[in-house]
C-alpha cells in the first residue's frame, strides 16, 4: 500500500473510533451464531460422492475439440537478454503447431495487480508478459509450444535452442540485505511501529532474549498442476481455470487483452488443492494468447518444474525478536525486526511483523520489517502468509522467555495474553486465547512435560513437548454477491461465483442458507464456481465463508421485502413490515407471533409466480477497521528425537481454537487439520531449494520438495471454543489459515524440550541437530 | 491382444510409448485417474493391474496388454452403490479438494490385501511373519506413497481401518 492508502485507513480508522458500533456491519449479533439448526452440525460434503467416485471435473479434464497442449521453455539465467532464439528444429518436429516466443506473441498488458482495494484484479507480479527479450527471473517462460499432444510439445520444448547475454543479477539473500528497502506501509497497517521506548526497555528488563529466526522460501505444491483449458470464440475467451479468484481472473485477462469484462467466462467448480498458489500466473496468460495465435483452444497443464519456475511461493525470512520481562513475566518490551524477500515486481506482502503487534499486552513495541529485492521468480501468499512465519519466530521467542524465566510457558502466555488490540487499544470482536490454551493443554496431558529439558526418554528417544499460539486475523472481502431464487415448490437456490477448493464452501453454505431461510437442508441447493454468477471475492485471507455469508444474508433480507410484496394484502402477513418479520418453517411469519405465516410456495402460488429472484451483495467490511479481530489457537505437540540419528517423529498434535462458532464439524476439522499438516512440513521438511549463484530453484520435483507423508502425520486432535463472535456472519471466523500458525514453533518449542538444542532456522532438519 | 479397462476391451495405443496415465485420460477420457506429477512422485494417478497398485503415469500402456486394469470409475460399476471404501472416505472426510482420492482409494484396496498376503513393510518388526495385523503405523507407512496436500491423512486412515474391519468381519 502507499503513503495516501495507508493515510486513507488511517483516517477511517479515526473516524470509525468515533462511531458507534451499531451502525456497522455485525452491529447487532447474527441470530445465527444461537439459532442453529443445520449449522454447527456434522455434514457430510455434497460433492463427495462425485470425489471418491472420480467425477469432479478439474480444469485440465474437460473436453474440446481441436485441443493443442501446450509445453513450456524457461530461461535459463536470471538477468540478461535472448541474444539468439533458435526455434527452427521445434518448428519441425512432429505435431507442433505453433512455436510462441516474445517476437510472435500478441500485445498484452501487464494484468492489474491483486489487493484488497482491486475486486477484479489478480496479477501477481508487474512484469511484462513475453514482450520483450529481456530476461527478469531464472525460469521465466521463454517459448511457447503447441502440439496435437503433450508429449511432442515437450519434445519439441527441448529443441528450442536459446543464447543470452547475461547480465549481473542479485540473487544471494545475505547480499540483498544490504539495499533493503523499507516501505511505509505493510498490507493495511504502517509498517515501523514505535510505542513506548522498546529498547530502553529491553535493556532494563529483569530478564530479556534476544535471538535471530529465519524460515525459507516454501512452495504450496498442490497435488493438483496448475492447469487451464482455453478456448476464443471469437472476441470471447472461454477459460476453464483452477483458480481461487474468478472474478479477479476475469477482469485481469480482459485488461490484457483490451476485451471486455463481459467478454471473458472462467469457471473453475473443482480446484485440486489451491492454499494461495491457484490464482493469475503466466500460464493462463500465455495459453490465451497461444490460442488466439494458432485459432485453435489450448490446454496448458503445468509440469511439477514448471509449478515451481512460474508459480511463486512463501518467501524466505530472517526476523529477529527481542523480549524483556519483568521477574514476573510481564513483558515491557517487543522488538520484532526482519527481512522478507520481496523482488519489487512482487505484488504480495509476507507480513511477519504483524503477528507480534496483536498477541500479547506489551508496555512497548518496535516493530518493522525490510524488503530484499532480488531478481527471483515473485513470490505469492501460502496459507497462512505473515502469521506463519511470524508465529514461528514470537512463539519460539515466547518459549525462550518462559524457559529463561523458569516459568511454565503456558503461564507466561496467561500473564501477557491481549485484552484488547495492544498497539491502538480497539477493542477485541471476541477473543479467549486462554480458553483455548486451556483445553488443548487438559487434551494432550500438559502437566506430563518436564520443564527441564532432555530429562525424558525411552531407549533411543528423547521425548518432548512444546506449545505455542497460532493466529489470523479476520477478514472479510467487499462487494461478494448472492443470488436467491425461490421457486413454487419452496425451494431456495442460491448462487455465487465462489470456490471449493476443499473447503467444503457449498456444503456450508447450504447448511447457512437453510437455517438463513427456515428450510430443512435438502430444500436447499447452491451453485458456485464460474463467471456468470453474482460476484464472488477470491478465496483467501481465510475470509470466504464470511463474505459469501455476508452476501447470502444480504440477499435474504431483500428477499423477505420482495415476498412481502408479492403476499399482498390477502395474508396473514398483510401490513407487516420486513423488519417485523422472520424465516421459519419454509415461508415467512410475524416475529413474536407464529399464527401468522405463509410459506413461500402459498406467496408464490396466490401471486402466479413460478419463482422470486434476488441478488444481495454484502456490506463493506467496516468491522475490520472499528475492531480488533483476530483468531487464535494454541497448539500442543508431543514428539520424540533419536539420540543416535536426530530424526524427529511426531506422536501427538493438538490443536485448540478460537475461531468464533465452528460451522460444520466435519469440514471444520479437516480445515484445521490440513492448516496443521502443512504447518509439520513447515516445521520439519519443506524448503525450496534455491542456488544463490544463478537463482535458480533446485527442488523443482515432489521427490525434492518434502511435503508430509501419511507416515509424518499423527493423530491429530482438534478442538474448539465455539464462542460466538458478535460482529460476524453466523458468528463464525475463517478457519482455512490458522491451521497452520504456531505449529511450526510447538514443534520446535517441543524438539528444544526433548533434547535442550534450540533450532531457530527452519526445516528442522536431522543436520541442524547436533545432539553431542 | 488388447487392454480390459474396467472390464470393457480397449486396443493398445499406437505409440508405444504412450503411458498408462494418458490412455486413460488424454485417449480414453477416463479422467478419474488424476495426474499429480507425471513423475512417480505423488500416487495420484494409481490404478490398479491384475489387482495390484501401479503408478500409471511409469507405467507404458502397452505392460497392461492383455491384462486387467481398474480404476476409480470401475469400482462402482454402473451402479449408484459406492465401494465400502469409497463410502468410508465421505463417512470419515478422508479428503478435502478430492485430487488425489482416486489414487488414495485404489491404492488403499490393494494395500489391504498385501496386508492380507502378510507382505512385510519397512515398519514390520519381525520379516518372517509378517505384519502384526493392521496397524496405524502400518498403514500409514504403506500409504505414504499417495501424498495429500489437503491433509486429509488422519480421515484416509480411518476410512481405510473401515474397510480392513469390515474385511475381517
Ligand atoms: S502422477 Fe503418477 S505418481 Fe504422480
Ligand atoms: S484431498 Fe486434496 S490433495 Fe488430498
Redesign the pocket.
Known sequence: MSKLQNALVGGVRTVLEHIPAAWLPGASPDHLAERRVALGTQQPRIDGPEKVRGMARFAAEVPMDELLHAAFVHSTIARGTIVELDIAAAEAAPGVGLVMTHRNAPKMKVPPSIGLTSMKAAGNHTLPIMQDAEIRWNGQVVAVILAETREQADHAASLVNVLYDAAPSRTRFEEGKANARTPHSIQMDQNRLEKGNATKKLAQAAVSIDATYSTPWESHNP?EPHAATIAWEGEKLIVHDATQMIHGTVGSLAKVFGIKDDDVFVSSPFV??GFGAKGLWDHQILGAAAAKLTGRPVRIRLSRESMHRLVGGRTQTEQRVALGADADGKLKALLHHGYATKPRHSITDEAFSQTGRSLYACESFDVVQHYVDLDLLANSFMRAPGEAPGTFAIECAMDELAHALNMDPVELRRRNVATCDPVSGAPHSQSDMMAAYDMGAERIGWDRRSPEPRTRSEGEWLIGMGCATGTFPFLRMPGTAARITVDATGHAHVASAAHEM?MGTATVQRQHAADRLGLPLDSVSVTIGDSTLPYGALAGGSSQTASLGAAISAASDKLAEQLLRLAGNDTPLAGLKPGEVEFADGGLRKIDDPSRHETFASILGRASQAEVSVTGESKAPMEMLKFSMHSTSAVFCELRVSEVTGEIRIDRLVGAFDCGRILNAQTATSQFKGGMIMGLGMALTEETLLDERSGRIMSTSLAEYHVPVHLDVPDIDVLWTDIPDPRTPMGARGIGEIGTTGVAAAVANAVFNATGVRVRDLPITLDKLDLG | MPISINGADYPLPDDPRVSLLDLLREREGLTGTKLGCNQGACGACTVLLDGERVLSCLTLAVQAEGREVVTIEGLTGDGEELHPLQQAFIDHDG???????PGQICSAIAMAQELRRGDPSHVTADLASGPNGPTREEIRERMSGNL???G?HNGIVEAIEVLLAGEAA
Not at chain 2, 479428503?95 to 482420492?101: L, N, P, R
Request: glycine share 26%; aromatic share 14%.
Open positions: 497435488i485440486g488443492g476443499g | 479428503f478435502q479438494c478430492g485430487y488425489c482420492t495429500c496436500r489437503c486429509a
